[in-house]
């Protein structure tokens, strides 16, 4: 199962939307997918603290950092804590730190890259409203499933027929 996506645009052309390739592989899991729960905040993580907390089965955490390339929306810590509670995967439109620890888990990290400096804690931020970035609309309860060969979403639940 490493190309997932290219097996799900095959089909299901008419139910997936593809992100534009613009996210790098971070995780120890390159093939990761799940119901999706967003947070829309801008060099700050306080949320994302607050949501890895929770119990994560079957979910990924899908992060509107606005594109920000000046600071991380998620470093080892909060990685090893989304893990041990059971998230599949955090993507990140913005950038994360401590990216080789981050390698070593059993989780899946997508992000625009990487930067050394971790975000203020404000508390400001939304969670659970319909973001939008790369030319597709994340919205809550939906389902997104990445790999190498980039990010797509459903407003469904995608599982591939054997063939």
């Not at 390739?21 to 607050?50: C, H, Q, W």
């Amino acid at each position: 199962m490493d190309d997932l996506l290219p097996e799900l645009c095959d089909q299901f052309p008419d139910l997936v939307q593809v992100v534009e390739p613009m996210f790098a592989n971070f995780g120890g899991r390159e093939t990761f997918g799940g119901e999706i729960v967003t947070i829309k905040a801008y060099e700050d993580n306080s949320l994302v603290r607050e949501q890895v907390a929770q119990p994560g089965q079957g979910k990924v955490l899908v992060v509107d950092g606005g594109g920000s390339m000046r600071r991380a929306m998620l470093g080892d810590m909060l990685a090893e804590k989304a893990e041990k509670n059971g998230w599949e995967g955090i993507i990140i439109y913005g950038c994360i730190r401590d990216v080789n620890a981050i390698g070593q888990l059993d989780l899946g990290v997508q992000a625009l890259g990487t930067h050394p400096m971790k975000t203020d804690k404000r508390g400001l931020g939304d969670l659970n409203i319909a973001v939008t970035f790369g030319g597709v609309t994340f919205t809550p309860g939906h389902y997104v499933y990445a790999d190498n060969n980039g990010v797509l979403v459903s407003a469904q639940k995608l599982e591939l027929s054997a063939e």
